[in-house]
């Protein structure tokens, strides 16, 4: 890790002033039309798709910020700079992403949108709330993040810093790799035939894919903008475990149980991160040949 990101202080990551995507799709001042209080229903019509696309950081919160059908505001700065940061940070993964799969895979990438929400969303897959965490649903081939998630993370898991942010939103856009690649609609296919804790395991390689790709997106957007300081990366690792599962059962309702989980531990997605990052390449996160199973058969 030290031989790729230098140690600049406190500095952190550099992000203003630099190139934002144009694929951010940001609803959070508008009324919640059709998605307000969906609560445990709309996050049940997400899971039903396939429940490792988000976190579920229910059992930690109370409850986020919830709009009314209608309702419309105008966004705080706070608001406004962090929509930035995203943006920057999606513009990012876009320019490693349009160099690393012509490369390395042999196709185009096709660039995700980021929808940006305050409450509550509707999605192709579903309605969703706030407490569902960051997902990305593979049907419309979009990013679903409500920022104050990032709050929560800082406030009530111990993982701030803008670079815990840069993870998330690396991990949201690893699944839509993993969709571009074939390995998501795969995965579905493989769980269906699956007994529940044998689908939690696929389940669980699918999420640890994905944060080794924010890991190889981390090296490679160092190389190309020099940005990510070593504080930068102790922020991602703090945020990959505090979304462990272990981490979010024990906080929870204070037990483990280790056949259910379906994201990874904090140690396996530590791990992995640091895998991608030090290694760099889509090749060296295959999760799944690493455990037995080859999922191009499906």
Do not use: K
């Amino acid at each position: 890790m030290a031989a790729h990101c230098r140690n600049q202080g406190d500095i952190g990551m550099q992000w203003r002033g630099r190139r934002g995507s144009s694929n951010i799709d940001d609803r959070r001042g508008m009324g919640a039309a059709g998605a307000g209080g969906l609560g445990i229903a709309g996050t049940l019509a997400v899971l039903a798709f396939g429940y490792f696309f988000g976190v579920d950081i229910s059992p930690l919160v109370s409850g986020m910020q919830q709009q009314t059908p209608g309702e419309s505001r105008e966004l705080t700065q706070a608001e406004r700079e962090m929509g930035e940061f995203v943006s920057v940070v999606l513009a990012d993964t876009e320019e490693v992403y349009h160099d690393v799969l012509p490369r390395e895979a042999g196709q185009q990438y096709r660039e995700p949108t980021l929808v940006l929400f305050s409450g509550a969303v509707q999605s192709a897959c579903g309605g969703a709330s706030s407490a569902m965490g960051p997902f990305y649903c593979p049907a419309d081939q979009r990013v679903y993040l409500d920022t104050d998630f990032f709050q929560v993370m800082e406030q009530r898991m111990g993982a701030g810093g803008e670079f815990a942010a840069a993870y998330v939103i690396a991990h949201e856009v690893g699944h839509h790799v993993q969709n571009l690649l074939g390995t998501l609609p795969r995965v579905n296919q493989l769980r269906q035939r699956l007994p529940q804790r044998e689908s939690n395991r696929v389940s669980v390689l699918t999420e640890l894919q994905a944060d080794c790709y924010a890991g190889m997106w981390a090296r490679q957007a160092h190389e190309r903008f020099g940005t990510i300081t070593e504080n930068d990366i102790r922020d991602a690792m703090n945020a990959a475990a505090a979304v462990g599962d272990d981490a979010l059962q024990s906080a929870g309702r204070g037990t483990v149980v280790p056949d259910s989980f379906t994201h990874g531990s904090s140690e396996q997605r530590q791990e992995w991160f640091m895998r991608g990052l030090q290694n760099g390449t889509l090749a060296s996160c295959d999760t799944f040949a690493e455990d037995g199973i080859d999922i191009r058969r499906g």
